[in-house]
């Protein structure tokens, strides 16, 4: 069948590709300064961690959210010096395990408050004791009504499937949990507005370079991502991009990890990203990356010190800040923008990647 | 260069790919046996937990050991209703967070006990007030030495680069540590006899025809391995294996993830492996195989319940055993073999896979 141009002419002006998507790649900035206007209600749910002694964190949610769940362990753990874990969900949804969870807050994330087993988690979690506090940017979900407290997570509408915005929101929302709860939620709001200023800098100085960087990789079928530390949920969620925006295969690993067999499948056509940031897991990334060019794979660094990666073909660097928890807000970025230059290169529309829809309803 | 013949006379016979592999993958019967000769450790252990109040779980290690650790999170959930979770490693051993332990046990995993950063966390989770116990191969080890209590993990001298049997013992150990836990010692080690007599005659009668299976995926590049729950540790071995031994890029996710992002990527060339075993998980499994159908993707399903799994175009199922947390010790014994058919066929040595060693020190 052929189109004819009267056809042609009456429909809708096709959208650019994945233009949702970088929309909500630049408005990072502005969604982060709305989660601070609601920084009030990170200091009334931390002080009711602490009144309750619910200071094991059990932190659940599935892809971007389940992503920021990894930053969370580490917010956690420096900040207020507290035990924060990714819960199994399956444990108490699918096999309805006795664990007791007083002593514990229940933390549940879901950009639309609407994923079932979260919600049933929840529900059971609050059974068992536990504390239960919603992460959500819908405070009129399903998800915010089975819980206690409510976060807002105020990233305003997000219309692009794959998460961008929302999982930056995430990211700084656990780390302004864990400062309130260590009584610093003055100063890690500080350094959000700092972290805001440079993304919007940084969105603004690589979006023009950035289809340049990421052609080469239009026929690439694999990828490694490695992080370490606060920067692995970077590295989770920039695979997670790839895969759902580019149809990379990529998985993600912690540096020491890739060591422990998966270096074994490397070659020249099997990239690497490594996120290397100036912190106390630097050397680890380093050493990973320095095997990972031994096997021959072409290397792209980012992060603050993308610039100390040996042998990198490509470097993504990123502004140093003033802590290793807001770091992650910055070095998602160029995987951001570069997942939506790869898409575009590829021809596939990140704003609706096949097979997804925005709210996952899937067991 | 050319080898005379005279030369080649003079040469080692060369061993037939992965031999050793596959040898340690027939010898995990008898692996199992020498486990259960030690279960006496595992109630004196599980005594001293509960003396010492140590009732949450900080399990750590690399690579086999800690897909190993993803079935520790069931086996004590399940059985004395314990929180387990997998430590981050780079919490307390690069940024050295002032992590409360006490009430914990920091159970480590290492085959060798030589794995650097997990002898250093144990060091450091004694010191914050942790029960600390090694499960190694090696009761002469650092990690041994370093340990207030030692499980002897007992499954023999490894030489296969890529773990099989100290997988499967390790996932057994973890089981009978929970069920002794639980009061539950006895008839845990009834289950696994079954297992280790299941196993048995699943390696007999799979091995015959695991070449002809594996053979049509020789080119393939990447694949999904899909499971949940007690079942998750599972996809993440067979996972690993399919990376070290056959060079394929293959993803663990668990059942619902793959609905969050992954299956955009999926498409006839990207084969998925769905564990489908017959437990409260098994909806979940069949929902997400329906869905990478749907995208086109060939399907391999294995496990109790694989015969359940509709278009799946490769069958390897395993008898159905009387928990499920025995499962697991049957389920990954196709992924084993599998990999080793696979490797085998493409003409790698799943003994030495390039770029790996036995004693892996990476930072």
């Known amino acids: 069948m052929t189109v004819s141009s009267a056809d042609a002419a009456a429909a809708p002006a096709p959208a650019r590709l994945g233009e949702r998507f970088l929309a909500e790649i630049r408005e990072q900035p502005d969604a982060l300064a709305r989660l601070l206007d609601g920084a009030d209600a990170f200091e009334r749910v931390a ?6 002694g619910a200071t094991t964190i059990r932190m659940v949610g599935h892809g971007s959210s389940d992503n920021a769940a990894s930053y969370g362990v580490y917010a956690f753990g420096l900040l207020p010096g507290w035990t924060a874990l990714r819960d199994s969900i399956s444990l108490t949804v699918y096999y309805d395990a006795a664990l007791d969870m007083r002593g514990c807050t229940a933390l549940a994330l879901s950009q639309s408050g609407r994923t079932p087993d979260v919600v049933e988690y929840l529900v059971r979690a609050r059974d068992r004791g536990a504390y239960t506090v919603a992460l959500t940017n819908d405070p009129g979900s399903a998800l915010a009504a089975a819980a206690e407290d409510v976060l807002p997570l105020a990233a305003g509408p997000e219309l692009a ?3 961008t915005k929302t999982y930056l929101n995430q990211v700084a929302a656990l780390g302004l949990l864990a400062a ?4 610093e939620g003055e100063s890690f709001v500080g350094g ?6 440079a993304v919007s800098r940084l969105v603004h100085e690589l979006e023009p370079r950035i289809a340049s ?3 080469p990789f239009a026929f690439a079928g694999r990828m490694f991502v490695v992080g370490r530390g606060a920067e692995y949920a970077t590295a989770r969620e920039i695979a997670l991009k790839l895969l ?5 295969a990529a998985e993600p690993l912690t540096a020491t990890d890739l060591a422990h067999g998966p270096v074994a499948a490397l070659d020249p056509l099997f990239p690497v990203w490594a996120i290397a940031s100036d912190d106390d897991t630097l050397p680890a990334v380093l050493e990973a990356a320095a095997r990972a060019r031994e096997a021959g794979a072409t290397l792209i660094a980012s992060g603050s010190a993308a610039a100390a990666v040996p042998g990198a073909a490509y470097v993504l660097g990123v502004p140093r800040l003033s802590s290793p928890l807001l770091s992650p807000l910055l070095s998602v970025v160029p995987g951001q923008l570069f997942a939506w230059a790869l898409a575009t290169a590829k021809g596939l529309d990140a704003d609706e990647p096949r097979g997804l829809s925005k709210v996952t309803l899937a067991r």
Chains 1, 2 share one sequence.
Do not use: Q, Y
């Open 47 to 52: 002080r009711t961690i602490h009144e309750r």
């Open 213 to 215: 960087l990421a052609l």
């Open 161 to 163: 499937v794959a998460a």
């Open 192 to 197: 959000l507005r700092d972290a805001r200023d």
């Open 244 to 248: 759902e925006t580019c149809r990379v």
């Open 180 to 183: 309130s709860a260590a009584g």
